[in-house]
């Protein structure tokens, strides 16, 4: 199956953006943290929030030395390797290696559809529910993307490899009891590794699902996940 997903072996990553701000999301919410965003994936979410590196990838191709380079020379001591998918590009191990030399901290952003071995302090799972499915999309990718976006023995190698946690993106009460489901079938997981995140890209939008995911979530020992650079800054490139 990874044959078909195309882990793009060779040298090269293509980059949309590097650039430093404060991470929003996640266990590392408020830290200064460095983003490199990679360009492509192997799924499309109708609800990505950054065409630019899925449903229309941009950016140049570089040498993980190139990225690496560009990535230290900003001061956080926190990186970011997002997407887009990072693990599509086989020289990402490369890379977090070079960044990790510099002792700096390094969180991946990934799926969890493809599978490498990459050093990394953290590693934050988003796995795709079935509402993610693209709108508009071609039969091609519909299918596509329902056949990959699902891959319960990658997440469970990362989880068990790597310290992790576990993000999905969620817009209805539906999509958090399929959360659940999902969960019984990684069986041993820490619930407070489980982050609930709202769909949505403004903060009204987010306030709104927080009045139900809020207490869903305690009611049901996961945790809330909020958006907080939406809040920040907007739904604004580059932060």
């Known amino acids: 199956m990874e044959s078909k997903i195309r882990l793009r072996k060779g ?104 599978y490498q071995s990459v050093p990394c302090d953290l590693i934050s799972i988003s796995p795709k529910l079935s509402s993610s499915a693209p709108r508009g999309a071609s039969a091609g990718w519909i299918h596509a993307h329902e056949h990959r976006r699902k891959r319960v023995d990658i997440i469970l190698r990362l989880m068990s490899e790597h310290a992790y946690q576990l993000k999905f993106v969620v817009d209805t009460t539906a999509d958090a009891e399929e959360v659940l489901r999902f969960l019984d079938e990684l069986v041993d997981y820490d619930g407070q590794r489980v982050l609930l995140m709202p769909q949505g890209i403004t903060t009204d939008a987010l306030d709104q699902q927080a009045q139900w995911l809020v207490p869903w979530c305690s009611d049901h020992h996961v945790r809330y996940c909020s958006r907080a650079h939406i809040h920040w800054y907007g739904n604004t490139r580059g932060t």
Request: some cysteine; aromatic content about 10%.
């Open 11 to 114: 040298a090269l990553i293509r980059i949309s953006e590097i650039y430093q701000s404060v991470q929003g999301e996640g266990f590392l919410t408020g830290v200064p943290s460095v983003f490199a965003r990679t360009s492509g994936c192997n799924l499309r979410c109708w609800f990505c929030d950054t065409p630019y590196s899925s449903w229309r990838p941009e950016g140049d191709y570089l040498t993980a030395t190139q990225v690496a380079e560009r990535v230290l020379a900003f001061s956080a001591s926190h990186v970011v390797l997002t997407g887009g998918e990072p693990m599509i590009y086989g020289a990402l191990p490369e890379l977090c290696a070079s960044i990790a030399a510099a002792n700096r901290h390094i969180t991946i952003e990934t799926a969890a559809t493809i």
